[in-house]
């Protein structure tokens, strides 16, 4: 292979196995990085994508996908003044609406979307880090503005979004709780958070349990359907707040108003598809680069070991929805 070709993993239409192919090695171009990809996470949307099940992504095929990323710097274009060859860096990159992903040797990406990497983090774990992270600060602090004394209640603790959530939130010195089942006890309460088990335990009674019956100042729903719902029916009265990163569907908002609570959502792939506010991605890593090297924040990562030749597996892991944390390609 040339210096100007590089490997990288191809779809052609929605649903078909990834491709290994030789493709044109980018150039950074005004404002743009070239890196030099070594880890690629695994996303729920990407799965999605790649079966064509993400309309919202607008990611058109032939494609490369591979939403997160870390990797080295291997060249700067013009303008770019934060990062120089060398540097190691992660972000939310490409993968979507149009941008090419992480699963290739290399990608020239919009310098807005970059952080240096975490000292404390190896390239795998900071791959698995920018879409959920970004997802949960979003959530947390730009839309719920959550507080030191906040009593915040993450709805799917041991998720991806929501073990984020979870440290976030503790880092900002709110009272955490989460909820999930119970073989997610240990890793809900190890990062920190109050466990709550939703199937032995309705809403009304961890309420009233951990409230005394005013609901939660702040309530994250990173699952989504009847658990929003729920979620609604958590909330403070007078002044609480509603998140949701999966606000599919039809919902009434009556109980939200019966209480004078408010709800927001969060599309983080918005920046990406629309090239405006960029600059948010970036600050918003830098600030997961800060709470992991000041020890208060980590990352679960899938053991399971996959490269370029067995990507489709990774894909497969986390359709099944049998990875133990999020699943990372190495990109060799």
């Not at 009272?175 to 309705?202: C, H, L, N, R, W």
Request: net charge negative; with cysteine; hydrophobic share 45%.
């Amino acid at each position: 292979m040339t210096d100007d070709r590089m490997l990288a993993l191809t779809i052609e239409s929605a649903g078909a196995d990834f491709n290994k192919a030789q493709l044109p090695k980018p150039v950074a171009g005004v404002g743009e990085v070239l890196v030099r990809i070594v880890a690629s996470g695994v996303n729920p949307l990407d799965t999605k994508i790649r079966v064509g099940n993400a309309a919202h992504a607008r990611h058109p095929f032939p494609a490369v996908l591979g939403i997160d990323m870390a990797g080295v710097v291997e060249a700067v274009g013009p303008g770019v003044t934060l990062f120089a060859p060398g540097d190691e860096v992660y972000g939310m990159t490409g993968g979507v609406g149009g941008l090419q992903g992480s699963l290739a040797q290399y990608a020239s990406v919009d310098a807005r979307l970059l952080a240096h990497k975490p000292r404390r983090l190896a390239m795998r774990e900071a791959a698995a880090l920018p879409l959920v992270f970004i997802t949960a600060w979003e959530g947390l602090v730009d839309r719920a503005n959550v507080q030191a004394g906040h009593k915040v209640l993450v709805h799917g603790g041991a998720g991806g979004v929501g073990h984020v959530a979870v440290q976030i939130a503790k880092a900002l010195g709110a009272d955490v709780y989460a909820t999930g089942s119970a073989g997610q006890k240990d890793v809900i309460e190890g990062f920190g958070a109050t466990y709550i088990d939703y199937a032995a335990m309705p809403v009304e009674g961890y309420v009233n349990a951990y409230t005394n019956g005013e609901g939660f100042d702040v309530v994250y729903d990173t699952v989504g359907g009847a658990v929003l719902d729920n979620s609604f029916a958590a909330a403070r009265t007078y002044g609480g707040h509603v998140v949701s990163c999966l606000g599919w569907g039809t919902h009434k908002l009556a109980p939200l108003s019966f209480r004078a609570a408010t709800y927001s959502g969060v599309f983080t792939l918005l920046p990406m598809l629309s090239g405006r506010k960029r600059e948010t991605h970036g600050a918003i890593l830098r600030e997961a680069t800060v709470l992991v090297d000041a020890g208060k924040l980590s990352v679960m990562v899938d053991p399971h070991a996959f490269d370029m030749d067995s990507a489709i597996e990774a894909h497969r892991l986390v359709e099944s929805g049998g990875a133990n944390g999020k699943v990372v390609v190495d990109i060799r």
